[in-house]
Protein backbone atom coordinates (compact mmCIF):
# COMPACT_ATOMS: atom_id res chain seq x y z
CA UNK A 1 0.00 0.00 0.00
CA UNK A 2 1.11 3.66 -0.12
CA UNK A 3 0.75 6.27 2.29
CA UNK A 4 -0.16 10.15 0.55
CA UNK A 5 0.97 13.47 2.35
CA UNK A 6 -0.29 16.83 0.45
CA UNK A 7 1.73 20.00 1.21
CA UNK A 8 1.63 23.46 -0.60
CA UNK A 9 -1.65 25.00 0.70
CA UNK A 10 -2.40 28.14 1.83
CA UNK A 11 -3.50 31.40 1.88
CA UNK A 12 -3.39 33.25 -1.67
CA UNK A 13 -5.23 36.70 -3.91
CA UNK A 14 -7.04 36.07 -6.45
CA UNK A 15 -5.35 36.00 -9.89
CA UNK A 16 -2.50 33.95 -7.88
CA UNK A 17 -0.88 30.70 -7.77
CA UNK A 18 0.36 27.89 -5.88
CA UNK A 19 1.66 24.40 -6.31
CA UNK A 20 0.43 21.68 -4.40
CA UNK A 21 2.76 18.76 -3.64
CA UNK A 22 1.66 14.69 -2.85
CA UNK A 23 4.24 12.88 -1.44
CA UNK A 24 4.01 8.81 -1.24
CA UNK A 25 5.93 6.64 0.87
CA UNK A 26 5.40 2.91 0.77
CA UNK A 27 4.83 1.39 -2.54
CA UNK A 28 6.44 3.27 -5.66
CA UNK A 29 4.24 5.74 -6.74
CA UNK A 30 4.33 4.42 -10.45
CA UNK A 31 2.05 1.57 -9.90
CA UNK A 32 -0.61 3.80 -9.25
CA UNK A 33 -2.72 6.44 -11.64
CA UNK A 34 -3.33 9.17 -9.52
CA UNK A 35 -5.89 12.05 -8.76
CA UNK A 36 -6.67 15.16 -7.22
CA UNK A 37 -9.85 16.18 -5.60
CA UNK A 38 -10.99 19.48 -3.42
CA UNK A 39 -13.72 19.82 -0.99
CA UNK A 40 -15.42 23.18 -0.20
CA UNK A 41 -17.03 23.58 3.54
CA UNK A 42 -20.34 22.54 2.53
CA UNK A 43 -20.00 20.96 -0.80
CA UNK A 44 -19.62 17.52 -1.74
CA UNK A 45 -15.83 16.32 -3.03
CA UNK A 46 -14.96 17.41 -6.35
CA UNK A 47 -13.09 15.94 -9.19
CA UNK A 48 -10.15 18.56 -10.12
CA UNK A 49 -7.59 16.40 -12.24
CA UNK A 50 -6.27 12.93 -12.97
CA UNK A 51 -2.90 11.81 -14.02
CA UNK A 52 -2.01 8.45 -15.28
CA UNK A 53 0.75 6.13 -13.61
CA UNK A 54 3.49 6.76 -16.50
CA UNK A 55 2.61 10.42 -16.21
CA UNK A 56 1.78 10.36 -20.24
CA UNK A 57 -2.24 11.37 -19.77
CA UNK A 58 -3.68 13.60 -17.69
CA UNK A 59 -6.88 15.10 -17.68
CA UNK A 60 -8.78 17.93 -15.65
CA UNK A 61 -12.41 18.82 -14.75
CA UNK A 62 -14.05 21.69 -17.43
CA UNK A 63 -13.82 24.34 -14.02
CA UNK A 64 -10.39 23.83 -13.94
CA UNK A 65 -9.03 23.45 -17.59
CA UNK A 66 -6.70 25.70 -18.99
CA UNK A 67 -5.67 27.03 -15.34
CA UNK A 68 -4.49 24.15 -13.31
CA UNK A 69 -1.62 21.21 -13.86
CA UNK A 70 -1.63 18.08 -12.87
CA UNK A 71 2.06 16.33 -13.45
CA UNK A 72 4.36 13.62 -11.30
CA UNK A 73 7.69 13.10 -10.88
CA UNK A 74 8.22 8.96 -10.06
CA UNK A 75 11.40 9.21 -9.50
CA UNK A 76 10.58 11.31 -6.44
CA UNK A 77 7.78 9.43 -5.71
CA UNK A 78 5.31 12.88 -6.00
CA UNK A 79 2.70 14.44 -7.81
CA UNK A 80 1.95 18.02 -8.52
CA UNK A 81 -0.83 19.68 -8.79
CA UNK A 82 -0.03 23.77 -10.55
CA UNK A 83 -2.48 26.03 -9.88
CA UNK A 84 -3.01 29.48 -11.46
CA UNK A 85 -5.28 32.15 -12.02
CA UNK A 86 -6.55 31.02 -8.94
CA UNK A 87 -10.35 32.90 -7.86
CA UNK A 88 -12.65 32.40 -4.27
CA UNK A 89 -14.44 29.43 -6.37
CA UNK A 90 -10.98 27.39 -5.53
CA UNK A 91 -10.83 27.29 -1.85
CA UNK A 92 -11.11 24.25 -0.94
CA UNK A 93 -9.51 21.60 1.01
CA UNK A 94 -7.32 19.77 -1.59
CA UNK A 95 -7.05 16.24 -1.45
CA UNK A 96 -4.47 13.94 -3.59
CA UNK A 97 -5.33 9.91 -4.08
CA UNK A 98 -4.30 6.81 -5.46
CA UNK A 99 -5.75 4.08 -7.73
CA UNK A 100 -3.51 0.62 -8.28
CA UNK A 101 -2.72 0.87 -12.09
CA UNK A 102 -3.99 -2.35 -12.42
CA UNK A 103 -7.58 -1.68 -11.09
CA UNK A 104 -10.33 -0.47 -13.03
CA UNK A 105 -9.94 3.20 -13.20
CA UNK A 106 -12.91 5.15 -13.41
CA UNK A 107 -11.12 8.80 -12.71
CA UNK A 108 -13.68 11.60 -11.39
CA UNK A 109 -15.00 8.72 -9.06
CA UNK A 110 -13.61 9.35 -5.91
CA UNK A 111 -15.06 5.52 -4.98
CA UNK A 112 -12.37 4.52 -7.42
CA UNK A 113 -9.50 5.47 -5.30
CA UNK A 114 -8.09 3.83 -2.71
CA UNK A 115 -5.44 5.70 -1.02
CA UNK A 116 -6.28 9.41 -0.04
CA UNK A 117 -4.01 12.17 1.89
CA UNK A 118 -4.73 14.05 4.44
CA UNK A 119 -5.53 16.88 2.50
CA UNK A 120 -4.24 20.45 2.57
CA UNK A 121 -5.82 23.83 3.01
CA UNK A 122 -6.26 26.22 -0.45
CA UNK A 123 -7.92 29.59 0.54
CA UNK A 124 -7.91 32.44 -2.39
CA UNK A 125 -9.08 35.66 -1.06
CA UNK A 126 -11.01 38.33 -3.43
Known amino acids: QVQLVESGGGLVQAGGSLRLSCAAS????????MGWFRQAPGKEREWVAA????????YYADSVKGRFTISRDNAKNTVYLQMNSLNPEDTAVYYC???????????????????WGQGTQVTVSS
Open 97 to 115: AARSKISAWSLSSSASYDY
Open 26 to 33: GRTLSWYN
Open 51 to 58: ISWSGGTT
